[in-house]
């Protein structure tokens, strides 16, 4: 049974940082493409992060050069670590996985999904 356990989140101010976390298990961790999306109220969800099995990441251009995001195989985790936050960033983060790599269009990464299993995931709060 595929389980994903989010944590991490909370309440920050503007310009702040957070490290979510992702825990993962029921399936093979290190052959799977991890993903962060994240769902803000009133808003469809949204990609946020991708990483392959080997390290190598893609990001939304919304926060490209503020999340990095990592993944320990050893540990079926992946992580997003969010500096420089920003109100805009307000929204519960997910994780998922896939066998493909993010769709490229228009300059843009997408999943377009469909995922049969989310997990809770974890509110991030941006405010002063």
């Known amino acids: 049974e595929v389980q994903l356990v989010e944590s991490g989140g909370g309440m920050v101010q503007p310009g702040g940082s957070l490290r979510l976390s992702c825990a993962a298990s029921g399936f093979t961790f290190s052959t799977y493409y991890m993903i962060w999306f994240r769902q803000a109220p009133g808003k469809e969800r949204e990609f946020v992060a991708a990483?392959?099995?080997?390290?190598?990441?893609f990001y939304a251009n919304s926060v490209k050069g503020r999340f990095t995001i990592s993944r320990n195989n050893a540990k079926n985790s992946v992580y997003l670590q969010m500096n420089s936050l920003a109100p805009e960033d307000t929204a519960v983060y997910y994780c998922?996985?896939?066998?493909?790599?993010?769709?490229?269009?228009?300059?843009?990464?997408?999943?377009?999904?469909?995922?049969?299993?989310w997990g809770q995931g974890t509110q991030v709060t941006v405010s002063s």
């Open positions: 998922n996985r896939d066998r493909s790599p993010p769709v490229l269009y228009s300059g843009s990464f997408s999943y377009p999904g469909p995922y049969d299993y």
């Open positions: 990483i392959s099995w080997s390290g190598g990441g």
